[in-house]
């Protein structure tokens, strides 16, 4: 997920893309985060987990619009659909990267949280009339404010705009909360993010992250123990 050039880190560590979508994710993020951030301190991202759970599992109606099959995972010729849909024009290779990043259990389809986290990266990369005009019709112009706050979110963690969150920034992003034991909680949110473990976060990883924070995974295990109870 996120490169790394150099050893230890320290206040002039270089982060270096892997592939070509985390490059794009980072040069977005980078270009984001020049218009700066509404958020002001880690508890106001934690305030807004309610709202922000209550807008992502609208888009299980969306899910299941693209998931044709009805197999619980949309395949690559689903995303394709889906992304004609919305009207954003990506190259065979970036949609294939796109699947790719989002498939993060690399079983062939993305599961409902993982679709989450690709509308979220298209919002990212791709923000313009013909689109928003799309998503408006599919009825997600309400989850453009929420994915916004995301992106919100982790700007205001990126101190230093590099397109990357490192353990460093994360603790001085909880220890301005005030937090007693903040550099316990900073450590246990960072590792909750750190998905391949090397000491820098994007967004991508983030957003897995998140969706595990509001329970968007925990909704998908209740859904298929329901299923094996029928």
């Given amino acids: 997920m996120g490169g790394v050039a150099g050893k230890l880190e320290s206040p002039e560590m270089v982060w270096v893309p892997e592939t070509k979508l985390e490059a794009k994710m980072v040069e977005a993020m980078q270009r984001r985060a020049s218009k700066g951030t509404a958020m002001k301190s ?19 109606a969306i899910f299941e619009q693209f998931d044709e099959d009805s197999n619980g995972a949309i395949d690559h010729e689903e995303l394709k659909k889906c992304l004609n849909k919305l009207e954003v024009s990506f190259t065979e290779e970036e949609i294939n990267d796109l699947f790719n990043a989002c498939d993060i259990n690399e079983d062939m389809g993305m ?66 909360s005030g937090e007693r034991s903040s550099g316990r909680i900073a450590m246990k949110r960072f590792e909750e993010m750190d998905w391949d473990k090397n000491g820098s976060v994007n967004f991508k990883e983030f957003l897995f992250a998140f969706t595990r924070w509001v329970g968007i995974d925990d909704m998908e295990d209740e859904e298929e123990e329901e299923e094996g109870r029928v």
Avoid: W
């Avoid at 934690?46 to 599992?57: A, G, S, T, V, W």
């Avoid at 298209?122 to 408006?136: P, T």
């Fill in 42 to 60: 880690f508890n106001s991202i934690i305030l807004k987990f309610p709202k922000i759970d209550e807008n992502l599992r609208k888009c299980k």
């Fill in 111 to 176: 599961k409902f949280n993982e679709f989450i986290v690709l509308l979220c990266l298209v919002h990212l990369f791709k923000d313009n009339a013909a689109s928003l005009e799309a998503k408006s019709r599919m009825g997600m112009q309400n989850l453009e404010a929420t994915f916004e706050t995301l992106v919100d979110a982790f700007v205001f963690l990126d101190k230093n705009k590099d397109g990357y969150v490192s353990k460093n920034e994360m603790v001085q992003a909880i220890n301005e």
